[in-house]
């Protein structure tokens, strides 16, 4: 007969452990202790076994029902239910440890294993470290695209258009290893595309006028701050180099004979070595700067340490004293004064791509640029150079 709230609630405990029978196998096990506790008694394949289904009332009458209900239809499709159990505790155990946090750091490791720029990996620690902090502890598999979206959110409702996109790009490329390594099935992100308020793009400043940039040039030559920044600004110019690789160019990587300035691949934002045709200008800027680091290998170190490079902000900052704002003109609109001019006076523009170091998405092609522009970037580099010193010379605009 089967078992009543009534029949349960008076099961006094005995010496020893009793049962109560409630049908299909289900019954309760009253202990010596006061305890009672649910079990499921099945056979299969031919052998009677137990499934502990927990603790009265934890589970209530009705529950343990629908727990035995639930067994049996495992039985029926021939699953043994303490080994679905089994694989469930198990499940949930993996899937506790593989917190996004641990796939997080996973990710950056293959980052630094593969050789990516420091800025980069540095860039994707901030973004998953603290950014994404909320997510650090949770099972991976678990995370929700609505918690994907409150995180992305609230970043943007900062005013961080911008970090909300590149976080929205990150978590979606630690997804793509957890799901190649089978540590989640699918990427939450993928539902929130077009979730985002698009940011603001707002491109570098750059002077691309002639008369303003031959006034931009005289005032860096006047710039009477300290000299490796002057020589800095200088080179960078003369070069299209960017910023971050001329402050960290090292004697070592300049070859006065064959007037060149080899930027390796570890500093070089391609994440491959790249040669630089010096012109005499360029040279005569390295020359003239050359004493300043006898101490050291670096060519444009710090104000307080051969040792260390020029800041960051450090040629910005001598930009605003010389009276250019952060509106009309940056260390990195150099590369964008070169283009824009250099296009608009007919120069081909696979040579002044492969001036300022761009990498083409074509492997084969690429391969052939890298071989085959030398001879005309060596010409163009020299052109350019002149071409400052002509702007140098216009009258002011």
Request: with cysteine.
């Amino acid at each position: 007969m089967p078992l009543t709230q009534f029949d349960i609630q008076n099961a006094k405990p005995a010496e020893r452990p009793y049962k109560l029978f409630d049908g299909g196998g289900l019954h309760m096990v009253v202990q010596p202790n006061g305890s009672k506790l649910w079990r499921l008694k099945y056979r299969f394949l031919g052998k009677e076994r137990l499934l502990a289904i927990g603790a009265y009332p934890l589970f209530s009458l009705a529950e343990a029902r629908a727990r035995r209900d639930e067994a049996k239809r495992l039985l029926a499709s021939g699953v043994d239910p303490n080994i679905k159990k089994k694989l469930d505790k198990l499940a949930a155990q993996t899937s506790a440890m593989n917190t996004f946090g641990l796939i997080a750091a996973e990710f950056l490791h293959r980052h630094e294993e593969k050789g990516s720029a420091h800025r980069t990996i540095e860039k994707i620690r901030w973004l998953l470290t603290e950014v994404a902090a909320p997510l650090t502890n949770r099972p991976i598999a678990e995370i929700t695209p609505a918690e994907v979206l409150d995180l992305l959110k609230r970043v943007e409702h900062s005013g961080r258009r911008e970090t909300a996109k590149r976080l929205r790009a990150t978590i979606s490329a630690v997804y793509r290893l957890a799901i190649a390594t089978l540590r989640a099935s699918n990427d939450p992100t993928t539902a929130l595309v077009g979730a985002l308020t698009p940011p603001r793009v707002k491109h570098r400043a750059a002077i691309v006028d002639e008369r303003q940039l031959g006034g931009l040039l005289r005032a860096i030559d006047d710039f009477d701050g300290w000299p490796t920044i002057k020589a800095a600004l200088q080179f960078t110019a003369l070069t299209c180099a960017r910023p971050g690789e001329v402050r960290g160019a090292r004697r070592s990587e300049i070859d006065f004979a064959k007037a060149s300035w080899r930027i390796p691949a570890e500093r070089s934002k391609m994440r491959r070595h790249l040669d630089v045709p010096l012109s005499r200008q360029a040279i005569d800027v390295l020359k003239g700067i050359w004493p300043l680091s006898d101490y050291g290998d670096l060519v444009f170190p710090s104000i307080r340490s051969h040792l260390k490079p020029l800041s960051d902000n450090a040629m910005n900052a001598a930009l605003r004293r010389m009276g250019f704002s952060q509106d009309e003109m940056t260390a990195h609109g150099f590369r964008s004064t070169a283009s824009t001019i250099l296009n608009e006076r007919g120069i081909r523009p696979d040579v002044i791509e492969a001036m300022l170091g761009h990498q083409h998405e074509n492997t084969v092609r690429r391969a052939y640029n890298r071989a085959s522009y030398w001879p005309e970037r060596v010409e163009l580099m020299q052109r350019w150079a002149d071409m400052l010193d002509e702007f140098r010379a216009l009258p002011p605009a």
